[in-house]
């Protein structure tokens, strides 16, 4: 009996052991790690939707200049990229060839006149003789009928001389237009034919200072798009450079490529400095939506903490008594209103020791980052994940690179992002 009881002792001592063994490498896995808390500083941000394509920067007006008679060209008084005013003679065609066909017209019409005063004398002749009964109505007649005859062919001889002179004006070419020449299609002793259609001879662009860009927009987001949002596009040859523009018109043609649907949307692109040449490939950017307000990043409405963090944050600072409203959580005026069978949307909110949710209203998302309408003030401490880590491994990470930075502008003082978060608490 002494004997068995005497096992059973060792037994227990065995079991008591290994108990204690396994607390003692509880407590020291503890002590080895460290409560990491992510929180995000809640700023003012603007959230953006867009929608991307790409298109081609032209000028806004651009006049072909032609000519409508054809001929050889003598002269050139202009070359690519010269400035030229309304009514600036461009080029000059061979006048030899007009010169002649205006002198046969005026010969023409010189004989016109002269049957025609002969006819209206044999007219006035013979109706001053058949009144007097000294003619035949055969013969006053047929006196009328060649007066009638000569004052067409006249008319016909006018026209004929006018249409010459008139030829002979276009083998000036002057430019129709204030602007800048983009293309010379012509050179000195080239001979242009205008019989089937007008050849052009210049390409002229009015003001390179407001330029356009002309988009092709995917048939599935052409219905996001609306006059007069904001644009912004860059080109190959700039790509430090970000140009601003408003859509000005959506063109309602479409254009299938490949069974590919795309709508022209025109884009106004002030073009001040002259850096945008007409033909430049540009990658447009159209800000479809926005809002700003109290940014929170999309990972916030994630977050759930586990009930070991709960229970270390517990152990870390004492119960509010009765009464007393825990820290972090807004009184009941400033709660946002859920409307009756919706989901109410949560965050965590850390306040010194404290981590408590936070009921918010959310706004428009970018999908990286949510507006904030109703639940956050400026400033507060969202939490976006709280984990155990080694304590080595928590004071390298102590300036947090996981933390993004949001794609939207902040509104105060950055034009091209978000500003940067702070470290983790």
Do not use: C
Not at 91 to 98: G, P, R, V
Not at 355 to 379: F, H, N, T
């Amino acid at each position: 009996m002494k004997k068995k009881t005497k096992i059973w002792l060792i037994i227990l001592a065995v079991v008591v052991a290994a108990i204690a063994a396994i607390i003692l490498v509880k407590n020291t896995k503890s002590a080895n790690k460290e409560l990491v808390i992510r929180t995000h500083a809640v700023t003012e941000y603007t959230v953006e939707n867009t929608v991307t394509a790409t298109g081609t920067i032209e000028p806004v007006e651009t006049v072909e200049v032609g000519t409508q008679v054809s001929g050889k060209v003598e002269k050139i008084y202009v070359d690519f990229n010269d400035v030229v005013k309304k009514g600036d003679l461009l080029a000059e065609l061979d006048k030899q060839t007009l010169n002649q066909s205006l002198s046969r017209a005026k010969a023409s019409l010189t004989s016109a006149e002269s049957q025609l005063n002969y006819a209206k004398l044999n007219y006035d002749r013979i109706k001053q003789l058949y009144e007097a009964n000294a003619a035949t109505l055969a013969s006053y007649q047929e006196a009328q009928n060649s007066y009638t005859q000569a004052q067409m062919s006249k008319r016909n001889a006018q026209a004929s001389y006018d249409q010459a002179r008139v030829d002979l004006g276009y083998a000036e070419i002057y430019s129709p237009i204030d602007g800048i020449v983009l293309d010379r299609a012509v050179e000195v002793g080239q001979t242009v034919a205008a019989s089937f259609s007008t050849p052009t001879l210049f390409t002229l662009a009015n003001d390179l200072t407001k330029m356009q860009v002309e988009a092709d927009v995917d048939e599935a987001d052409i219905g996001q798009v609306k006059v007069g949002q904001r644009v912004s596009f860059t080109v190959d040859a700039y790509m430090d450079d970000n140009f601003d523009g408003t859509v000005s018109q959506i063109r309602m043609k479409p254009t299938t490529t490949s069974n590919v649907v795309t709508y022209t949307v025109i884009i106004e692109a002030p073009n001040p400095d002259q850096k945008l040449f007409p033909g430049m490939t540009a990658s447009v950017t159209i800000v479809t939506e926005e809002q700003t307000g109290l940014a929170v990043p999309a990972e916030a409405f994630n977050f759930t903490p586990d009930e070991q963090v709960l229970k270390a944050l517990r152990k870390s600072h004492d119960k509010p008594s009765e009464g007393q409203r825990p820290q972090g959580e807004m009184p009941e005026g400033e709660r946002p209103q859920m409307q009756e069978g919706s989901r109410p949307v949560m965050v965590w909110v850390k306040n010194g020791d404290d981590m408590m949710p936070r009921p918010v209203k959310v706004g428009m998302s970018d999908g990286a980052y949510k507006i904030v309408e109703q639940g956050l003030q400026l400033g507060d401490s969202v939490v976006l994940s709280a984990q155990y880590v080694a304590k080595e491994k928590a004071k390298k990470t102590g300036d947090n690179p996981f933390m993004p930075s949001p794609p939207g502008k902040n509104k105060s003082n950055n034009k091209g992002g978000g500003a940067p978060s702070g470290p983790p608490m």
